[in-house]
């Protein structure tokens, strides 16, 4: 046996991150499921927005359920410049008027380093109106 024995030469390169913004569909999945935390936060009033006192007047609550988890109240619109995304949640209520938003931005450089989606709040209102 040889007392000199040294491992191979070759340096071992850290394993670069997956790109979790590479597959859209389930990278809006990852975000949607960090809208459902804030808003579970939001309910629970964890979270204050002042509009939030305007929504309960028009609606008794905000579902978390099934059907407000279903992907088609959830719009991306990817920045002109590809850096974000602008993601609108539609709120279900009891009623199903679903007529509020939460509007947050992910940017998709601090996604990549991070390897999760982080939302910055935008605006909670009414669907269609600007804030």
Not at 11 to 36: G, M, S, V, W
Not at 63 to 69: G, S, T, V
Not at 94 to 107: G, S
């Amino acid at each position: 046996m040889n007392g000199n024995y040294q491992p191979d030469a070759k340096k071992e390169q850290p394993e670069e991150a997956p790109d979790i913004t590479r597959n859209k569909r389930e990278f809006t999945a990852l975000i949607r499921t960090e809208i459902f935390r804030f808003l579970q936060q939001l309910t629970l009033g964890k979270i204050e927005l002042a509009a939030l006192e305007d929504y309960y007047v028009e609606h008794e609550r905000i579902r978390l359920d099934n059907e407000a988890r279903n992907g088609r109240h959830t719009y991306v619109e990817p920045s002109a410049d590809g850096q974000t995304w602008r993601v609108c949640q539609v709120l279900v209520d009891p009623d199903e008027l679903n007529d509020w938003q939460i509007e947050f931005t992910v940017d998709l450089a601090q996604a990549r380093e991070e390897g999760k989606p982080t939302l910055v709040f935008g605006a909670f209102g009414k669907v269609g109106q600007r804030y």
